[in-house]
C-alpha cells in the first residue's frame, strides 16, 4: 500500500494534477478493489471526494487491517484440530452427570 501511494503521488505531481477531486478519482482507480470498496461504502467516517488525504489515510488503516485479519487467519487455520477436539469433546463423567440431570436420566422411568 505504503508503494502504491508514493507513486501514485509521484505520479500525480510529475502529471500536474491539483484538483482534489481528480485525485481522489484517480486514486480510488489504482486501489486494490476490496479497499476502494470498502473505503466506499463506509457507513461512519467515510472520506469526502474531495479530501484525497482522507482516502490516503482510509486506505493505509483499512490495508493494515486487511493484512492483520490474513496473519491472524494463518494462524488460526494451522492451530492444530485436536486442540478444538479438546475443547468440544466431553470431559468425562461429570459432564454427563451434568446431561442426565438437564435432559434426564432415561434410565430413571423404567419400571423394574
Same mark, same amino acid.
Request: a positive charge; proline letters at 8%.
Given at each position: 500500500? +505504503?508503494? @502504491? ?7 500525480v505531481? +510529475?502529471?500536474? @494534477?491539483?484538483d &482534489? ?13 476490496? =479497499?476502494? /470498496?470498502? =473505503?466506499? $461504502?463506509?457507513? @461512519?467516517?467515510r ?7 482522507a482516502? @490516503?489515510k482510509? !486506505? %493505509?488503516r =483499512? /490495508?493494515?487491517? #486487511?493484512?492483520a /485479519? *490474513? ?7 494451522? !492451530? &492444530?484440530?485436536?486442540?478444538?477436539? $479438546? =475443547?468440544? !469433546?466431553?470431559?468425562?463423567?461429570? *459432564?454427563?452427570?451434568? /446431561?442426565?440431570?438437564?435432559?434426564? +436420566? &432415561?434410565?430413571?422411568h423404567? #419400571? %423394574?
Open positions: 500500500m +505504503d508503494d @502504491y501511494l508514493d507513486s501514485f503521488q509521484a505520479l505531481s +510529475d502529471a500536474g @494534477y491539483t &482534489p477531486r481528480t485525485l481522489v478519482v484517480k486514486f480510488r482507480r489504482g486501489l486494490r478493489l476490496g =479497499i476502494q /470498496n470498502q =473505503i466506499a $461504502t463506509m457507513p @461512519y467516517g472520506p469526502a471526494d474531495t479530501d484525497p488525504d482516502w @490516503y482510509a !486506505a %493505509r =483499512i /490495508n493494515q487491517a #486487511r493484512l /485479519n *490474513e496473519a491472524f487467519q494463518s494462524v488460526s487455520c494451522s !492451530a &492444530p484440530s485436536a486442540a478444538l477436539k $479438546t =475443547i468440544s !469433546a466431553p470431559s468425562g463423567p461429570s *459432564e454427563a452427570s451434568a /446431561n442426565h440431570s438437564v435432559h434426564g +436420566d &432415561p434410565h430413571r423404567r #419400571r %423394574r
